[in-house]
């Protein structure tokens, strides 16, 4: 009994010991927080005085003149980026490193903390979903409704669009919330040597030619793969619905509007162009060996090598692609880039269009998003970004770019008609096909069943058909037989 | 008056007792509560909604049951539970090569700990290294291919591991064996290392051989540990998510339902329909669990009236 006594006390020392510790931490916590209160109240008045020099009017993008403006400024800001390669000092073109080193030459006091991240899309979505998200970030695939509540406003459309291109593509009422960070344009990264080594010397311009092209190739050097499907990579796969719009109709409105309404949108049309053409070309090279033989394996950091030694003919990838593809090796002068092997009544058409686009934290201080203005307004006009990455430009003074599509047309889409903007989102979630939004599953399933056999193409198209038809009749949406 | 009571209460060793065991546990319930209850609340919650990750939650609608009509409608949802059998006979192969090499390993060995820790050692690697060591390992030409090659077997008669659907799903089950039984086995062999040693010679001098001391001492001795494997066994193989992850991403046949979930959920955005999936799978593996429970029951019925009547035995003369 005495023991048991002895064991309580002990207890109950310990735990009025662990009462203590617990009271402690509450002190202790009690403490930072008023700092923390004080150090908001600086931060007030360091707004306020930023308030007066902008006259109490949000701070946009067009006030803002490079080299003049805020070179001062003093204040870390945090950036969230999908290019890990570029943080890597391997890369073989301008590195992150050296973007913000340009950049602190010129904006000594405005610091940028970068992370990059390889599983960016999902990485994006759980910080934005958290609330507690970096001040500058790629942004990812959020409703246009809901731009506003994650992201502050670059200014109105009207003056946006004097300032960049494709200041439309993350806007919603009249406010534009994206600066994309470069542009691509959609076609074929092909190996030049492969393919005028097989005797095609002309680009194919028809799906007919583009097969043709692939089986010289493969009668030409049988270990060579003429078409690279990166099946095993998902990703990769999605990248073909990037040509179901402009590549397969020459028709601006296609993907974000007339695809929503068509009926049957997946039908064959009979002339080798809208979307059956596009995916009808990956069923056929599957179907008739014209790819990898074990696609399950594809290795993507492995492909890059392989083009550019001409192990690989091509691959349907954007233009994004060409930089890394030409780093991969030796052979840079080897690769080329061609468009889209459709044509829509004998001419060819490209999609070009932003990559991800720069939002910034709405919830940031007023001293942050002068920064991270003044930093994205750096990235677009002054880094070379966009000509470094083999892309479009996005600053309208500015029209350098390394991409030659002769006698092709480059066609930007135009977005949905107001009120629709999220339809197409929505007819994705209902279809599960996720066009242009990640649909991987579906189009790796097109090579599963065309490897198989046990699916032909037209059944393929008919379910999709059916699945489409079916999300619209959910959601009321109103279709137009044609 | 009360206000007394309560303080008298509180010096007592009954209060006092009540405030150190209420101490002791508020943190981990309350750890407890936050991150499995709280979200497990809320998941169960969204299953009655149409809603995407970022719908405010004004905008979500309701939808009543309508969700879980729908996983039992969806013909890919209950396809995918179907793959979970070649897991449930990986698992039970698992259990198996583990009884066996537990078994082995706890009877003196040459180099018998080399050998455990050599078995235990694949546990030990993330499984996401996993998938990548085995997505180079079936990949046409390398590792399995030229070993097979090496024992003569001719490259056409080998299958595309990963490729042709008769054989994928079996590749991807033979990883999770190969990662597992090492655990398994090193749980079996600390439960018959408690399995009181003079039995064996007691059962020697009676005559009996290994393979009868195995069934007599051995299983009755770990029944507990064994029952505990194969109900995590099971319940690990219907949510089994690594391997197809990792190594195909759940394409060409091999998506298990958790693989299926996580589409839903994160490319199709169908957050609703994903909880309600995860709610009828939970539903699905308590079903097991207690199926499983039973069959025990039955089984070791036997086995434990046996122990009891040895034991009186044991008392009586």
Known sequence: ?482 | MSDFKLKKWARSRRGQQFFVCFSFMVLPLLLLFVFTYLPFGQMVQFSFYKMKYLTPPDKRVFVGFQNYIDVFKRDDCFKALKLSLYYCVGALVQLVIALYFATILSFKVRGGNFFKGLMFFPYLISGIAIGFIFKFFYTRGFVLDTVLGFLGVNESNIPYWLKDQAVNNWSLVATSVWRYFGQNMVLFIGAIMSVDSDLYEAAALDGANRWEQFKHIIIPGIKTILTLNVILSITGSLSAFEPPYVITGGSNGTGTYFVIMNEIAHVSQKVGLASAMAVVLLMIIFGCTILQKLFFKYVFKDVDSQDEVSSKRRKNP
């Open chain 1, 1 to 482: 009994m005495k023991k048991f006594s002895k064991l309580l006390c002990g207890v109950m020392t310990a735990a009025l010991l662990c009462g203590c510790g617990s009271t402690s931490t509450d002190a202790g916590k009690e403490a930072p927080a008023d700092n923390a209160t004080e150090a908001v109240t600086v931060e007030n008045e360091t707004t306020e005085t930023a308030d007066a020099v902008s006259e109490d009017k949000a701070l946009t993008y067009a006030d803002i003149t490079l080299g003049e403006d805020y070179t001062d400024l003093e204040v870390t800001i945090s950036l969230l980026n999908n290019r890990t390669d570029l943080d890597n000092e391997t890369y073989g073109g301008t590195t992150w490193r050296e973007y913000l080193a340009a950049f602190n030459e010129e904006y000594p006091g405005i610091k940028v903390e970068l992370t990059t991240d390889t599983n960016y899309a999902e990485t994006a979505m759980t910080h934005l979903q958290s609330g507690d998200y970096e001040t500058v970030l790629m942004i990812p695939a959020v409703d246009k409704a809901d731009l506003s509540t994650y992201f502050m406003s670059y200014g109105d459309l009207a003056t946006m669009e004097t300032q960049i291109n494709y200041a439309t593509n993350k806007e919603y009422n009249g406010q534009v919330y994206g600066v994309p960070i470069t542009a691509t344009a959609q076609g074929v990264v092909y190996n030049k040597k492969v393919f005028a080594d097989a005797g095609v010397t002309e680009l194919p311009k028809t799906p007919e030619e583009f097969l043709a092209a692939l089986k010289a190739i493969k009668d030409n050097d049988p270990s060579i793969i003429p078409l690279y499907t990166n099946y095993a990579a998902g990703w990769t796969m999605g990248a073909w619905d990037d040509y179901i719009g402009i590549s397969a109709t020459g028709d601006v409105t296609y993907t974000n509007q007339k695809l929503l309404h068509t009926e049957n949108p997946f039908k064959d049309y009979g002339d080798d162009t809208h979307p059956y053409a596009i995916y009808k070309i990956l069923y056929d090279a599957v179907a008739q060996g014209l790819t990898e033989e074990d696609y399950t394996t594809t290795d993507w950091e492995g492909c890059k090598g392989m083009i550019n030694n001409g192990q690989i003919g091509c691959m349907v990838l954007g233009s994004w692609s060409y930089p890394q593809m030409e780093a991969a090796g030796e052979n840079a002068e080897n690769i080329g880039y061609m468009p889209f092997p459709v044509s829509v009544d004998g001419k060819q058409y490209a999609l070009c269009g932003p990559d991800y686009c720069f939002g910034i934290n709405a919830n940031a201080t007023d001293d942050e998003k002068a920064g991270a203005l003044v930093f994205v307004k750096w990235m677009t006009e002054k880094s070379n970004y966009s000509y470094n990455e083999d892309g479009l430009p996005i600053a309208k003074s500015k029209t350098e770019t390394k991409l030659v599509f002769d006698g092709v047309e480059l066609l930007e889409e135009v977005p949905a008609v107001a009120g629709e903007e999220d339809l197409l989102n929505e007819l994705n979630a209902e279809s599960e096909l996720n066009i242009r939004n990640a649909g991987d599953t579906k189009v790796q399933q097109i090579i599963e069943h065309a490897s198989m056999q046990d699916m032909t193409f037209d059944e393929i198209m008919d379910d999709w058909n059916k699945r489409w038809s079916d999300a619209q009749d959910t959601l009321g949406v109103t279709v137009d037989a044609e």
